[in-house]
């Protein structure tokens, strides 16, 4: 069965920096990979899809990028701003309909 | 657009009572629609997935069940809760590679 990891499981920064949040999967057969954001209380909103067939994807200043040999992700957030602040998640799919989630990374950034 | 609604958006229920949680999709038609629970300081777990009207998988073992009667409602039930059944429940829909997630419902068995 698929297990996903995320590290680390928090973390805080000061305002500014670049952060890199990293996801690592186990069965590297997976058809794409998907990065969440949480806000405490709420639901998950979708930030980055991979598809198996992409190395990267770029929105604003988040960047997701994806080895799939390696079993391996990252987000990357450039200039990060105190309303990152968040839990984040990164989720893949495979055979089936199914998707697994890591237990995330809790962001603070500090202003 | 497609849009997804969860309710209720917050729930306490005594152990041993039932429990019905619904989740409908719009804009959306033969969705696979998804629910997961994510108790405090825990992953997401998937409970339930469904292709179809009347198709559920189970993931886990579990004194809950789901049942989809209409191919854009999903719902998430109980006939006898536990105190193990706390904590946040979220649906999901997805036509493809992405998942869309509802507000979630938060439930919280004394």
């Known amino acids: 069965k698929q297990e996903v990891t995320q590290i680390p499981a928090a973390l805080s920064v000061p305002e500014g920096e670049n952060l890199v949040l990293n996801c690592s999967f186990t069965?590297?057969?997976?058809?794409?990979l998907q990065w969440f954001r949480q806000d405490p209380g709420k639901g998950l909103t979708s930030l980055l899809l991979?598809?198996?067939?992409?190395r990267e994807q770029t929105s604003g200043r988040l960047n997701a990028s994806l080895d799939k040999s390696s079993g391996r992700s990252t987000l990357y957030i450039a200039a990060s701003q105190p309303g990152d602040s968040a839990t984040y998640l990164c989720?893949?799919?495979?055979?089936?309909?199914?998707?697994?989630f890591g237990t995330g990374t809790s962001l603070t950034v500090i202003p | 657009s497609q849009t997804i609604h969860q309710w209720p958006a917050t729930l306490v229920q005594p152990v041993g009572s039932p429990l019905s949680l619904e989740c409908t999709v719009e804009?959306?038609?033969?969705?696979?629609l998804y629910w997961y629970r994510q108790a405090a300081g825990r992953g997401l777990q998937l409970l339930f997935y469904?292709?179809?009207?009347?198709?559920i998988s189970s993931e886990v073992p579990q004194n809950l069940s789901a049942s989809r009667p209409q191919d854009r409602q999903f719902i998430l039930s109980s006939k006898k809760l536990l105190l193990s059944d706390s904590g946040f429940y979220l649906c999901?829909?997805?036509?493809?590679?992405?998942?869309?997630f509802g507000p979630g419902t938060r439930l919280l068995v004394l």
């Open positions: 991979i598809q198996s067939s992409q």
């Open positions: 469904s292709v179809g009207i009347g198709q």
């Open positions: 999901a829909w997805s036509a493809g590679a992405t998942q869309y």
């Open positions: 804009g959306t038609s033969n969705p696979n």
């Open positions: 069965d590297s057969a997976i058809y794409n």
């Open positions: 989720a893949v799919s495979g055979t089936g309909n199914q998707f697994y």
